[in-house]
């Protein structure tokens, strides 16, 4: 469900966008920009249309006037913007209406009512996210009294942004764990280990918080390396996030993260 989900989120993104657009299209000049050639020389002007007691259409000179040709040029660019995305919007919501999860649930979700014992059977020569997230099991030994952060579901992490980045996964229905033993030979673990939905490949991700602290930074630099020495890098299967140097969390960065690697 969460292709259906991330459609409405894009549709939202789009309402919201065009909303920006109208209240911008208030601050800028009435009239639009009409563009006249001759002898190879471009002239600017600005065209009023017939309106209430203006009989006649009206054009303006504006060669001389950057601020107001340039402030068309941007009106121009509004009422595009306005009319392709609100084309945009109509087809969302089109798609919306019409889409048919393709998750082993939503699909066999009749047959299951039907035969629910035969319901781990959609799994089979597959990983049940279940049995998996088992397998992932959280190694609780580790300084849990830093452990201060509470998620929704009672589970604790150690800092806003790994309660963020598991709040977010969880909310995209990926499957993952906290602080799970990546591999044997690691000296460390992970904050999280997340099965990517569309092919299952393991993905790690590390959340660095207090990027201002020298000797927590350079712990972090040893800890790559480690990680690099079992396959386990940035460019393949390892997502790195840091809190920004005032102590902030860029939703907007996590979130893109997520969309450019595990959706």
């Known amino acids: 469900m969460f292709y259906k989900n991330e459609i409405t989120r894009i549709g939202n993104l789009i309402k919201d966008r065009i909303t920006?657009?109208?209240?911008e299209l208030e601050t800028l000049p009435d009239g639009e920009l009409f563009v006249y050639t001759r002898d190879s020389v471009a002239h600017y002007y600005k065209r009023l249309p017939k309106?209430?007691?203006r009989k006649k259409e009206r054009r303006i000179g504006i060669k001389k006037d950057k601020e107001t040709l340039m402030s068309l040029v941007r009106k121009k660019y509004v009422l595009s913007a306005i009319n392709a995305l609100t084309r945009d919007?109509?087809?969302l919501g089109q798609v919306s209406e019409i889409f048919i999860p393709a998750d082993e649930n939503s699909v066999m979700k009749d047959f299951f009512e039907k035969y629910p014992e035969l319901s781990e059977g959609v799994y089979y020569c597959k990983d049940?996210?279940?049995?998996?997230e088992d397998v992932y099991a959280i190694d609780s030994t580790y300084h849990p009294e830093s452990l201060k952060s509470t998620a929704s579901d009672g589970s604790h992490r150690r800092s806003v942004g790994e309660l963020l980045i598991g709040a977010k996964l969880k909310h995209y229905k990926i499957p993952y764990r906290y602080e799970a033993m990546a591999h044997p030979d690691l000296p460390y673990i992970p904050d999280?280990?997340?099965?990517?939905?569309?092919?299952?490949?393991?993905?790690?991700?590390e959340h660095f918080g207090m990027v201002n602290d020298n000797d927590y930074m350079e712990g972090n630099r040893r800890k790559l390396m480690e990680y690099e020495s079992v396959g386990i890098v940035p460019?393949?299967?390892?997502?790195?996030?840091?809190?920004?140097?005032d102590g902030g969390i860029n939703e907007k960065l996590i979130d893109a993260m997520i969309?450019?690697?595990?959706?």
């Open 89 to 91: 919007a109509e087809l």
């Open 235 to 245: 460019w393949e299967n390892l997502i790195i996030t840091y809190n920004q140097s």
């Open 259 to 263: 969309h450019g690697w595990l959706l």
């Open 20 to 23: 920006d657009l109208h209240e």
């Open 51 to 53: 309106t209430g007691n």
């Open 192 to 205: 999280f280990t997340i099965k990517r939905p569309h092919d299952g490949k393991l993905i790690f991700w």
């Open 128 to 132: 049940n996210p279940e049995k998996w």
